[in-house]
């Protein structure tokens, strides 16, 4: 990019009411067949729009497509048995009835890719597309085949390389893996985390991200914050490694997290997504509010490797907020970018 802060969202969006239930997560569909992959598309168009209504200068689909962010990449492959369900606990903290995996997991076709060509047709801005990532797929499922969370993982990065390398033939200029589990199973994370992450990401040109974050602002999530004390130093656990892995953007939750700024000192030389945009609030920030957060991170991360976003994906929030919250981010990353351009004229003299 050669606009500096240039901003994005973490991921999905809110979905238009004729299409899925509003403000709730793995919301059925409202329509089937041929018209919902045409109510999708238009939604897809829709969410394109909004983005860039706003001033968002990485676009992606907001989600559109899919019901869940996990889920519906799981859908796709074979070995997973969706009507076998078992109730497993989701990062620790809260129990949801999730598929079993019954064999050996593979990807017969393609899982995103049409919807990411479909995304390049419609926009020449940068897109940025989002997966799962290992270990988080494997957070989300009981496994009575491969009876090893570390093995289980190995599969799903040799997968995810396959949609992710077809995903970068299909004009994708960022692909993001989304790792919240990465703020909870510190040892796994660096026993193996981080290295089937990296084999996820073998082989691409395009640019690779890591989106750790505290979750949508659901219930369960909010009270789990509520147990994490005033000072939140999760990311400690996986940013050295995460320094020196090849990944080369680490997106984060920054504003009203009580994460400690600072810890970004620990991924210095990384490209950041800085979360300027807190989701589980209907409250809209302020454009000042926004370039606060980007102020403070700017002491750690470089001018030209800060990215504003937001804390996480929007689709629980309603579509006014979501719109409110885009246009909020914008317009607070471009007072940052002024006084950045203002800095760089009084040096200049
Ligand atoms: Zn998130």
Redesign the pocket.
């Given at each position: 990019m050669n606009k500096l802060l240039p901003t994005s969202t973490?991921?999905s969006l809110p979905k238009p009411a004729w299409l899925a239930q509003p403000e709730t997560l793995w919301s059925p569909w409202k329509l089937q067949d041929e018209a919902l992959i045409e109510g999708k598309q238009d939604a897809l168009r829709l969410s394109l729009q909004e983005q860039q209504d706003a001033g968002i200068d990485i676009v992606s689909d907001g989600e559109q497509t899919r019901q869940h962010f996990v889920t519906t990449f799981i859908e796709h492959l074979s070995g997973v048995d969706f009507e076998k369900r078992e109730t497993v606990r989701i990062r620790d903290r809260y129990d949801a009835s999730v598929p079993t995996v019954v064999g050996a997991v593979a990807r017969q076709k393609p899982v995103f890719v049409d919807d990411a060509r479909f995304l390049r047709q419609q926009t020449r801005q940068p897109i940025k597309w989002a997966l799962p990532g290992p270990m988080t797929m494997i957070d989300t499922l009981y496994d009575s085949h491969y009876k090893s969370r570390e093995k289980l993982a190995w599969e799903f990065a040799r997968i995810l390389n396959q949609e992710a390398r077809e995903l970068e033939a299909a004009g994708v200029d960022i692909i993001q893996f989304?790792e919240?589990a990465f703020n909870v199973f510190f040892d796994e994370v660096n026993d193996w985390g981080v290295a089937t992450l990296e084999r996820a990401i073998e082989g691409l040109k395009c640019e690779t991200a890591v989106?750790?974050?505290?979750?949508?602002g659901i219930k369960a999530n909010t009270d789990w914050k509520k147990t994490l004390g005033s000072e939140w130093r999760q990311y400690e656990e996986a940013f050295p490694k995460l320094q020196k892995s090849s990944i080369d953007i680490i997106s984060l939750?920054c504003h009203n997290a009580h994460v400690p700024m600072e810890l970004l000192e620990l991924i210095r030389g990384k490209k950041v997504m800085v979360g300027a945009i807190d989701?589980a609030t209907h409250t809209i920030e302020t454009p000042e509010e926004v370039a606060d957060t980007l102020r403070k991170a700017l002491q750690f991360v470089e001018a030209d490797k800060l990215y504003p976003c937001t804390?996480?994906?929007m689709a629980p929030l309603p579509r006014r907020v979501a719109s409110g919250k885009l246009r909020a981010l914008s317009a607070g990353a471009e007072m940052v970018r002024s006084e950045l351009s203002g800095n760089d004229h009084r040096a200049s003299w």
């Open positions: 973490a991921g989304d919240p989106h750790i974050c505290y979750g949508y939750e989701v804390n996480c994906g």
